[in-house]
T-cell receptor, first 112, second 115 residues
Framework: AQTVTQSQPEMSVQEAETVTLSCTYD???????LFWYKQPPSRQMILVIR??????QNATENRFSVNFQKAAKSFSLKISDSQLGDAAMYFCAYKDGNQFYFGTGTSLTVIP | DTGVSQNPRHKITKRGQNVTFRCDPI?????LYWYRQTLGQGPEFLTYFQNEAQLEKSRLLSDRFSAERPKGSFSTLEIQRTEQGDSAMYLC?????????????FGPGTRLTVT
């Protein structure tokens, strides 16, 4: 079965600094998609960034970028110029076929 | 586009009672997913629909759980004879197929507390 591992339950970053959240996954598939979702306190999950496994180029969305290492099955999220509004739980998710598999999340605190 | 909505947002019930939750997906989305999220965990897949057809169910979905999407629009998730272990956040998500990513858009969730 596919599994997604987020080894950092909590992370903190100083405002305006850069932080990297780690994610690894296990799969035998070659074609799949990876996502990072953000879940602010008491608010719904929103998509931050996504990546196709067949693309070598790392996805970027404004201050958010990923480091996708397919051979290592690693998919880390880098947040640049961190803002107070970035404070949330971040979930890494893997999709092949019809199902999504989520990690246990990383709680990010942004220190003013 | 009002996004995915879920009702109620919170539900407190006594063990043994039945509860029903509703999810209204984004209007043109043909896929609808139900997840359960417990404290400190990521969402766990329960089931999904394509239009009105329920295509897959997780082993997590015991016989006490049933989901419907009668007209391919809103969906309901019913839990019969609730147990304390059913206490969790129940999330609904919708997506549009066919699209490249089939990314999901989540609702705010229904928090169930079984006393």
């Amino acid at each position: 079965a596919q599994t997604v591992t987020q080894s950092q339950p909590e992370m903190s970053v100083q405002e305006a600094e850069t932080v990297t959240l780690s994610c690894t996954y296990d799969t035998s598939e070659s074609d799949y998609y990876l996502f990072w979702y953000k879940q602010p306190p008491s608010r719904q999950m929103i998509l931050v960034i996504r990546q196709e496994a067949y693309k070598q180029q790392n996805a970027t969305e404004n201050r958010f970028s990923v480091n996708f290492q397919k051979a290592a099955k690693s998919f880390s999220l880098k947040i640049s110029d961190s803002q107070l509004g970035d404070a949330a739980m971040y979930f890494c998710a893997y999709k092949d076929g019809n199902q999504f598999y989520f990690g246990t999340g990383t709680s990010l605190t942004v220190i003013p | 586009d009002t996004g995915v909505s879920q009702n109620p947002r919170h539900k407190i019930t006594k063990r043994g009672q039945n509860v029903t939750f509703r999810c209204d997906p984004i209007s043109e989305h043909n896929r609808l997913y139900w997840y359960r999220q417990t404290l400190g965990q990521g969402p766990e897949f329960l089931t999904y629909f394509q239009n009105e057809a329920q295509l897959e169910k997780s082993r997590l979905l015991s016989d006490r759980f049933s989901a419907e999407r009668p007209k391919g629009s809103f969906s309901t998730l019913e839990i019969q004879r609730t147990e304390q272990g059913d206490s969790a956040m129940y999330l609904c998500a919708s997506s549009l197929l066919p699209t490249q990513f089939n990314e999901q858009y989540f609702g705010p969730g229904t928090r169930l507390t079984v006393t």
